[in-house]
């Protein structure tokens, strides 16, 4: 069992920065894969970022609307996965989720992580 408690979320301007932090429980964290997404408000919830940890190599995925914006990294020693959200645009604005997965399988879709935080509000201003 993980649970996941995530924090970092408020309001800023566009144009600003947030970073958005994951805690986990769990002595295996190193072996889940991590991913965040979001949902706005009337909106189905989306693929923002994933990340994988092989042990050796990394493995860093981002949905096509954050890249080079967003990046995410996670801290093995603290169980913790961290978002850090540059460039923030009102479109940015949601409800942001930090979810986990043991395994890699459907990386950036919803069914594929088995945990789930209660969320955090992110909120861009124009």
């Known amino acids: 069992q993980v649970q996941l408690v995530e924090s970092g979320g408020g309001l800023v301007q566009a144009g600003g920065s947030l970073r958005l932090s994951c805690a986990a429980s769990g002595r295996t964290f190193s072996s889940y894969t991590m991913g965040w997404f979001r949902q706005a408000p009337g909106k189905e919830r989306e693929f923002v970022a994933a990340l994988n940890w092989s042990g050796r190599n990394t493995y860093l995925y981002y949905a096509d609307s954050v890249k080079g914006r967003f990046t995410i990294s996670r801290d093995n020693a603290k169980n913790t996965v961290y978002l850090q959200m540059n460039s923030l645009k009102p479109e940015d604005t949601a409800v942001y989720y930090c979810?986990?997965?043991?395994?890699?399988?459907?990386?950036?879709?919803?069914?594929?992580?088995?945990?789930w935080g209660q969320g955090t509000q992110v909120t861009v201003s124009s």
């Open positions: 979810a986990a997965q043991y395994g890699s399988s459907q990386l950036r879709s919803p069914p594929g992580y088995d945990y």
